[in-house]
């Protein structure tokens, strides 16, 4: 299957400083990509669905000023935690979904665990 | 409103089998998925029905009831590397996917 890979796999950071995340498509053009977070035991909540060369879609909740999301090419989304505090604690997943792929299948990126002290 | 019901938590003993069981409500249907989440890792992809019926891949298998707006995930041979969390998720008609919060799957020997 398609690979997805995300950077960094673990960050530790002060409160009120920005983390950035980066999402890559290794092996297929993804022109949609997804941005997850996870709570201990909780599914996975949607965030935002950042298409290549546009305005990500944030989800109802969402603060697109505090979530920065630039999809600047077809193999790599970011996310940026800006001025991120300690309930920004989370597990961040991106996915992407394979245009050429019959069934809409998403693949994941393996991660991000953000701890903010 | 859209919806994914899935039980919370199972306990199934290594060798056996068990079934997770998954009903959706949502607006519109391309799809369901079924994910498999060890702790502390994102999710894999299990199997993805779209027509009724069964599709078997090994150990696991996956059902569909359109009309019912059920699956559930039959896994065999239960091992312990099997303890993980299930998620269930459905593709609405936009192709956004509505995630169940999971059925942690505990395995004893």
């Known amino acids: 299957g398609a690979v997805v890979s995300q950077h960094p796999s673990r960050v530790i950071c002060k409160s009120g400083t920005s983390v950035k995340i980066e999402c890559r498509s290794l092996?297929?053009?993804?022109?949609?990509m997804f941005w997850y977070r996870q709570f201990p035991k909780k599914s996975l909540m949607l965030m935002a669905t950042?298409?290549?060369?546009?305005?990500?879609?944030?989800e109802q909740g969402v603060e697109k000023d505090k979530f920065l999301i630039n999809h600047a090419s077809l193999t790599l989304s970011t996310l940026t935690v800006t001025s991120a505090h300690p309930e920004d604690s989370s597990f961040y997943i991106c996915s992407a979904s394979d245009p050429t792929s019959d069934r809409n299948e998403q693949f994941f990126g393996p991660g991000t665990r953000l701890t903010v002290l | 409103g859209q919806n994914i019901d899935q039980p919370t938590e199972m306990t199934a003993t290594e060798g056996a089998i068990v079934q997770i069981n998954c009903t959706y409500q949502?607006?519109?249907?391309?799809?369901l998925f079924w994910y498999q989440q060890h702790a502390g890792e994102a999710p894999t992809f299990l199997s993805y029905?779209?027509l009724d019926g069964l599709e078997e891949k090994g150990r696991f298998s996956s059902f569909l009831s359109r009309s019912k707006g059920y699956s559930y995930l039959l896994l065999k041979e239960l091992q312990m590397k099997d303890s993980a969390s299930y998620l269930c998720?459905?593709?609405?008609?936009?192709?956004?996917?509505?995630w169940g919060a999971g059925t942690k799957l505990i395995i004893k020997p």
């Open positions: 998720a459905a593709l609405d008609s936009n192709y956004q996917l509505i």
């Open positions: 092996d297929f053009q993804a022109t949609t």
């Open positions: 949502t607006s519109g249907f391309n799809g």
């Open positions: 029905n779209v």
């Open positions: 950042s298409n290549e060369g546009s305005k990500a879609t944030y």
